[in-house]
């Protein structure tokens, strides 16, 4: 990987071989964790205007460029960043690479448009509340973070979104090229971006990062969390069931061992929510064990979706396995096991144009080194199973459960929860 | 801007495929991906929904999930475990026309995760106690999906215009159809479609002069070389029509449309069918997104697909919008689809589409799981090219024979329209 060293945005080159694709991917350190109070939403809008106009393109000119090109261009939100995403082919590189420049620098944020996204924003939010699975996840946000900034989904509230207006989204934006920005490009590359690419993609007058500190971290130490449980009343088949608690930053040196035991409980068939849930009882199709890779501290959450009537039973199993972690040994075979699904999930994480340039971003805006994964790799070998469990102890010993279902069963699953 | 005289050439190529046959009709192809950090490997058979036979209803897809209870020579989970402990991992998917079993392993390990997958797949043990605790498993993905709207109104779009067509059913089955179930039953529908010519293995990933070596002494060699003799498999209508239905937990209301479109094999007329759809349904400029979402402002998401499929491709058509837009949105959607038959594309407008439908094949050949996914699909229904092959039909399609050839086909009054509130 050749490393231009520009001061801002940070540049990387990843040449591939491809059918004549490239993905480039630009990250900027603002995301919905930083939310202004009482605009929750702000950031994820904002990154829907920026494709609709910008420098010299109108909103129909930028779609009619882009489309026209057969290319895919978009700006995403996510907890602790915008990334803006193209995907083209080389032959369309110096037309539309110079786009999320002006993206970032000279968004139109035209009234029509601000109002057109608003409204598809709480169309959207709307329709969510259909998912029983949403429902849940943001009731467990509301749990474990309550109004810190991974409180909410990043697409916000209907409640907020209606306050924010035109004003509020160019603040932000003004924002934008301020912090210390990530780019990269992953694929079939022309040969001038190899060599500057800075000049390319036209980011030569950006300001100086200015010389922030990470956010604070978001996330909660546990302190004034009064409830662990939350309800969220459905007429449905299923009861989705999280259970799981904020845990620890990518950073953060229990980052590993924490990534280990998601992989001995969520990773492939063989994993242990698998196993004991789907093979053993019959109880749940799909199973999961979440733990992104996030600034602060991040959620560590299992969950699984069962018929009313197997829901107390589901409970006690994921509630025996999360006790397990801190308090039994996992065996050799289980932890081989483990470290070989970490080392498995790097690769498969890094098959696409796309999936390489955004997992450069990722670890140059969190302030770790490009081989990080690498360096995870041989950390391998020193993790012992009393390293996990002390990381268990120290991470994962207040679980919050979330419940979204039938009134009458999440009665039942709440007094289950309560008793001691 | 230069878009309107932008030729569309492919100067790149998709991987390098070789292909070939097993005595017994097993078809075989390895696609080269020097670069890539896994090897994948995907058996598919033509055992789909579409080949269950009366009482068989969700039989293919409880088979799929029966193979990983363990076979013969491997106890249930040690496949899993064996698998995921090289570093790799595994899945599988049914369809209405094929299933497919999938491995993605690091380059050096390929040929023990060949043997393991082989062994899993075709001799599958179909325990009794395993069947009856997989039941319940699927029983769950059935509850799974029906607390899921969005997949409600599809099911029910599909069931209203398929008729009696095995595109028209579920692909889980009914609890009903998977209580009637017994391992007897699974093992004489594997027994049936699981046979040689109906089998192809696609590997895809750095060049390995073992694999095929491995492949010439594995388990595929014994597979039947009989075919099912095949069920003449009728082509899909659609039934047109107009269906209102009442869904309790919808929060927005939908408008679906579903139309018949050629089946895979015709490859220029699915070229065509893709095109128009793209045309129509995909980016803020086309014709749908434009007039209704950010024109009129009526609707918050349009999303139209052209599903390939053997016996008949589908088009749908899927309109989310708040319930008082639902007739206006109807109309204008009349409107955009007549508007498509009565005059040409502009040139401008075709050469958008044809960039789009050219560079999503493209932009699909970047992962191993997606080429040999492309491969083994292409071989197993005989289609035996390069994968950018379908590419070169593209150009064939003028604005004129799109007006006259495939639009017209796609009006409302062909279509099975489906509205929920």
Known sequence: MNVSTTNNPFCSVIPLST????????????GSALDPVGKRGAHDLLASLLSRGCGTFSNEAMADLVEGCGAGL??????????????????????????????????????????????????????????????????????????????????????????IDRDDLVALAEQLPTGSCAFAVAGSLPPHFTS??????????????????????????????????????????????????????????????????????????????????????????????????????????????????????????????????GTQLLCPEALALAKAKFIGQVAHGLQTCSQRAERSVQLQSMRLPEHHDQICIERLETLTAEDLNAAAQRWLSQPLLSLCGPASTLDTLSRQWQRP | MELCHAVLTIPFSGPTLDTWTLPNGVHCVSASMPDAPLTCLDLWCRAGSSSEKAGEEG?????????????????????????????????????????????????????????????????????????????????????????????????????????????????????????????????????RRYRGANCCLAIAGPSSDQLPAAVASSALMGLSPQMDPINSAAE?????????????????????????AAPSREQGAVMGADLATTLLGEGRRSRLVHRLREELQIVENVSMDLSLLEQGSLITLEVICPEENLAVVEREIGNIL????????????????????????????????????????????????????????????????????????????????????
């Open chain 2, 338 to 421: 007549r508007e498509a038959a009565d005059h040409p594309v502009s040139e401008r407008e075709l050469q958008r589409g044809v960039q789009l439908v050219s560079n999503g094949l493209r932009y699909a050949l970047e992962s191993t799981g997606q080429v040999s996914g492309l491969c083994a699909s292409q071989q197993l229904w005989g289609r035996n090219q390069d994968l950018l092959a379908p590419l070169q039909l593209l150009q064939t399609w003028s604005a004129i024979e799109l007006q006259t050839a495939i639009f017209p086909t796609l009006q409302p009054e062909q279509a099975c329209v489906l509205i929920a509130r």
């Open chain 2, 59 to 191: 039989m293919a897809h409880f088979l799929e999930h029966m193979v990983f209870k363990g076979s013969a020579g491997l106890a249930p989970g040690a496949f899993d475990t064996a698998i995921e402990a090289l570093g790799g991992s595994s899945n599988a998917a049914t369809g209405f026309d094929d299933v497919h079993f999938h491995v993605l392993i690091p380059p050096e390990r390929a040929e023990e995760a060949l043997e393991l997958l082989l062994e899993l797949v075709l001799k599958p043990s179909l325990d009794a106690d395993g069947f009856s605790t997989e039941r319940d498993v699927v029983l769950e993905e059935i509850a799974q999906y029906a607390d899921q709207p969005n997949e409600q109104v599809l099911q029910r779009l599909l069931s209203e215009g398929c008729g009696d067509h095995a595109y028209g059913r579920p692909i889980l089955g009914t609890p009903s159809s998977l209580e009637a179930m017994d391992p007897e039953a699974m093992r004489r529908f594997h027994q």
């Open chain 1, 196 to 325: 500057d690419l800075v000049a390319a993609a036209g980011f030569q007058d950006w300001p100086s990062a200015l010389n922030q500190a990470l956010p604070p971290s978001p996330g909660s130490d546990g302190a004034g969390i009064t409830q662990t449980i939350q309800l969220q009343p459905m007429d449905t088949e299923q009861v989705v069931l999280m259970l799981g608690q904020a845990a620890v930053g990518h950073a953060h040196p229990d980052d590993l061992p924490l990534r280990l035991l998601q992989c001995h409980l969520g990773a492939g068939m063989s994993s242990l929510l698998f196993q004991r849930l789907r093979e053993e009882h019959g109880v749940a199709y799909d199973v999961s064990a979440h733990f992104p890779a996030l600034i602060g501290a991040a959620p560590f959450v299992l969950s699984a979706s069962t018929a009313s009537d197997r829901a107390g039973l589901t409970l006690k199993l994921l509630h025996e396995i999360w006790m397990e972690l």
């Open chain 1, 74 to 163: 978009r700006c995403d939100a996510h907890e602790d960043a915008l990334t803006l995403s193209l995907r083209c082919t080389v032959d369309d590189a110096d037309r539309l690479l110079p786009l999320l420049n002006a993206m970032v620098r000279e968004p139109h944020l035209d009234q029509d448009q601000v109002d057109l996204e608003r409204s598809l924003s709480i169309q959207a939010i709307q329709r969510q509340r259909e998912d029983p699975f949403h429902l849940a996840s943001l009731g467990w946000r509301q749990l474990a973070y309550g109004s810190g900034g991974y409180g909410h989904d990043p697409v916000g509230l209907e409640e907020d979104l209606q306050t």
């Open chain 2, 236 to 260: 899909v209508g659609v039934c047109p029509g107009r269906h209102e239905i009442s869904l309790e937990r919808l929060e927005s209301s939908r408008l679906l449309m579903l139309w018949p």
């Open chain 1, 19 to 30: 059918p004549g694709i490239f993905a480039a991917k630009l990250l900027l350190p603002f």
